[in-house]
């Protein structure tokens, strides 16, 4: 670390004069572009801002620019700070905002961070300002460690901490007088609960905490949004790449408020507490793109848990590469679903893109020649080239039914949302008997699970070997950050645990580091991993009354089928995931 010099002691603002002379005397600006900055006037700008903006090269580091996190890196090391990265989802927001007033924090340009009993951290960008150091520390009565951070994100964090936490308070005075929930130690005391009282949940307030959430959660990627109620508090998390993130925590109280707020939204019954509801709203994004969200309440000792699952209609417009399909799996599957009649089965757990991959598939499929039906529970997302029809068990109209009622509506292709029964798999029998395609979803771990799964349900073989075009397993793996990704050796006995073999393992993988464009987790975004498994002659003599999953997966790997975690070492070769990454998604008996 540069010892900082004796001038760098004065108090005083940041200017871009002295931030050029500086750079240019460690060697990281050049001569010309020192010159051409010497006569800028950049007015209220904050000089990081303005330089950061610039994209000039570093002098210092041939091939990369002066960005933000390198300006950042270079001043904290210049004047002994170390550099923070503000992450709301690793902030106590309630706690931080009781620090400092917000009048004094945008007076002094500053935000703190992390407050515990010994200490406060505070994030500036001015690191040469210290008059409001020792005023912080007298009312705080801790000691201030101070960090620098980007001036965008201490404007922007400062106003939605301190908005957030005003709503908060101003929502949990509002139940002031009121009489307190009891204790909740038990399943019978939670039948009394919907006769309390309650705060508004249209309390202006309560409205500003439900709008920040969605917008935040839409902001960072959120495929998920839990409202949890706990015996005090009621918890936010959000699940961001497969993994959920805790974000806030609520007074129960406002955390109920909530929770009937986004019931109105969603047309839920709010006067109805014991049982589960399901629902679901349409919003936009801070971008202006127009998001469904499908609400589930579930009543648990502490009151409603409410989970909003989040569906980007952008999904639907993704080609088969940007979900991970391609080479040989995708001609595979279009051979499945080219076929004009037939089932073609997509198999995974629960959130493992099966929704995704049927959409994408369907809305290719669907052109004006032919006639696109769905049966699904629920709608997930409504696409106009389709005709879609949910599942309503009030009026027993369930899958079953369904699709007997689209083989009336001559449909050309048939999506059936799950194969659950005896009664819907002869449906789809049926169907494709009689010249329809049908796509379909099964919940087993991996494709030759499938067939067995049908015969189980209670579907002949003969019947399974006509019918079954083939069945796709897939799952999601997190991708790697390209910003901050870094070689290592590969662990040949992880190696081996992943292509199910000892031998060499290769010279090179990635392994997540973490940095502001990954949010530090070292990974952005999923791409999937599939087994592809076509019903071919030799996997047909495979499909027998008591079928051995072990033959159909030798048969299907003989004629090239990839299984999970071998199309995932793919994955890892290519530098794009870790193989605890995908030993972590794909089955044990997967190889």
């Known amino acids: 670390m540069t010892a900082p010099d004796a001038a760098l002691q004065r108090e005083r603002k940041l200017s871009l004069p002295e931030l050029v002379a500086l750079l240019r005397r460690d060697g990281c600006l050049s001569e010309a572009e020192a010159r051409r900055l010497g006569g800028v006037t950049i007015g209220s700008v904050h000089p990081l801002v303005f330089l950061a903006e610039q994209r000039l090269a570093d002098a210092s580091r041939p091939g990369t620019a002066l960005t933000m996190d390198r300006l950042l890196s270079w001043l904290g090391n210049r004047v002994g700070q170390a550099v923070y990265e503000i992450d709301p989802l690793r902030i106590n927001v309630g706690a931080v905002a009781e620090v400092m007033s917000r009048a004094f924090a945008e007076r002094h340009r500053i935000l703190a961070v992390e407050a515990n009993r010994d200490s406060v951290v505070v994030a500036s960008a001015e690191p040469f300002l210290y008059g409001w150091q020792g005023n912080l520390e007298h009312v705080a009565r801790r000691p201030v460690t101070r960090v620098l951070a980007d001036p965008r994100d201490i404007v922007r964090f400062t106003a939605e901490f301190y908005t957030m936490a005003r709503s908060v308070r101003g929502a949990g005075a509002g139940n002031t007088g009121r009489s307190q929930p009891p204790a909740v130690n038990n399943l019978e005391q939670l039948l009394d609960m919907g006769s309390r009282q309650e705060l508004d949940a249209n309390d202006q307030h309560v409205v500003s905490i439900v709008d920040w959430l969605l917008q935040y959660a839409f902001e960072q990627r959120a495929s998920d949004i839990h409202v949890e109620p706990r015996r005090e508090v009621g918890k936010v998390r959000f699940r961001i790449d497969g993994v959920l993130h805790p974000v806030y925590e609520l007074p129960q109280a406002v955390c109920a408020a909530m929770t009937s707020r986004i019931k109105i939204l969603g047309r839920m019954d709010v006067a109805e507490k014991r049982r589960p509801q399901d629902g679901r709203l349409k919003t936009r994004t801070p971008a202006g793109g127009e998001v469904e969200l499908r609400l589930s309440t579930l009543p648990t000792a502490f009151g409603e848990k409410l989970v909003m699952r989040i569906f980007d209609p952008e999904v639907l417009h993704k080609g088969f590469a940007e979900l991970g399909l391609e080479a040989d799996d995708l001609v595979r599957w279009n051979s499945m679903t080219g076929a004009g009649n037939g089932i073609a089965l997509v198999t995974g757990p629960t959130g ?73 798999a002869n449906m789809a029998v049926q169907a494709a008997l009689t010249g329809h395609l049908v796509l379909s979803t099964l919940h087993t771990n991996d494709s030759p699970s499938s067939l067995s799964r049908l015969l189980e349900l209670g579907v002949p073989a003969y019947l399974i070997r006509a019918t079954v075009r083939g069945v796709m397993s897939q799952r999601l793996v997190r991708i790697l950050c390209e910003n901050c990704k870094v070689p290592e050796a590969a662990d040949p006995q992880a190696w081996a645990a992943l292509v199910g073999h000892a031998g060499p393992a290769p010279a090179q993988v990635f392994a997540p580091v973490g940095c502001r464009a990954c949010r530090q987790t070292g990974f952005v975004g999923r791409r999937g991993i599939y087994e592809v498994l076509l019903n071919s002659p030799a996997v047909e003599e495979t499909i027998v009354t008591r079928i051995d999953t072990a033959a159909v997966r030798r048969a299907a790997a003989a004629e090239g089928m990839q299984s999970l975690r071998e199309s995932g070492a793919q994955r890892v070769l290519r530098g794009e995931t870790t193989i605890e990454e995908v030993l972590r998604v794909a089955p044990a008996g997967n190889r």
């Open 352 to 424: 493992s893109g099966k929704t995704t991959t049927l959409y994408s598939t369907l809305r290719q499929l669907a052109t004006d020649e032919v006639n696109v039906c769905t049966i699904e529970d629920p709608i997930e997302m409504v696409e106009d080239r389709f005709n879609q029809m949910q599942v309503n068990h009030g009026i027993d109209l369930d899958f079953s039914t369904g699709v007997r009622t689209l083989l009336r509506q001559d449909p050309d292709i048939i999506m059936v949302g799950e194969i659950r029964d005896l009664e819907t």
